[in-house]
């Protein structure tokens, strides 16, 4: 079972920029949809991006459209958010993910079966 493990969260000022990463021990990570998911305090785990195994395709939601970035780079087993212009709705637990192989979907935690165990990512307004 790969283990995933976040880096690069911390405490910023709104507008500045964090960028995120996501390692595997054990797995290669290559042949997997693979994304970012947030939980901000006393709201439901969101959808933030995914990228597909290639990374010829990539899903984001609406709300970091055009600020984040997801990327991956195959070679180094890690998956990337750069996330730019932050905001202070960006609060939240970010956590790494691995698509299950039966997904038929992005946008559902329920579509994911491995998870790492998240990194803070705190915007001050």
């Known amino acids: 079972q790969a283990q995933l493990i976040e880096s690069g969260g911390g405490l910023v000022q709104a507008g500045d920029s964090l960028r995120l990463s996501c390692t595997s021990s054990?797995?290669?990570?290559?042949?997997?949809?693979l994304g970012w998911f947030r939980q901000a305090p006393g709201k439901e785990r969101e959808f933030v991006a995914a990228i597909i195994w290639n990374g010829v395709k990539t899903y984001y939601t609406e709300s970091v459209e055009g600020r984040f970035t997801i990327s991956r780079d195959n070679a180094k087993n890690t998956v990337y958010l750069q996330m730019n212009s932050l905001k202070s709705e960006d609060t939240a637990i970010y956590y790494c993910?691995?698509?299950?192989?039966?997904?038929?979907?992005?946008?559902?935690?329920?579509?994911?079966?491995?998870w790492g165990q998240g990194t803070q990512v705190t915007v001050s307004s």
């Open positions: 993910v691995k698509q299950s192989v039966h997904a038929l979907g992005y946008y559902n935690p329920g579509e994911y079966d491995v």
């Open positions: 054990g797995r290669t990570l290559s042949s997997y949809t």
